[in-house]
């Protein structure tokens, strides 16, 4: 008697396999984009609870001013410039934990870069 032998695999892995890799993958991209939007949020609730309006942000990668050196990769920093209340100017750099350390804080750090001085060069 001849048998037919029916592959159940593609590629050399079974559907399981795929499966599972596909799941993981996916969960991943959920998690990054998950996070992305709860620094934003978290960003916006911030400025309205302090009564400022965000006028520009950056966000560098490296170079990310007082928190270079103490924030992780998964930290979102921003600079930020916009106006306060009472409509005077401001600069600031604010710093979002980000996974796994967005699970247990919430809070938005800032360090407020100093106001510029009129000093004459000069006498």
Known sequence: ???IRVENEMF???AVTIAITAGSLLAACALV???AYVAERRLRRWAEESGLTILSRRAPRFLRGPYTWTSRREDYVYFLTGRDAKGNPFETWVRIRGFPTSL???KVETSWSPKPT???LLD
């Open 12 to 14: 050399g892995y079974d």
């Open 104 to 106: 247990w804080t919430s």
């Open 118 to 120: 009129a000093t004459p």
């Open 1 to 3: 008697m001849r048998r």
């Open 33 to 35: 984009c998950g996070d």
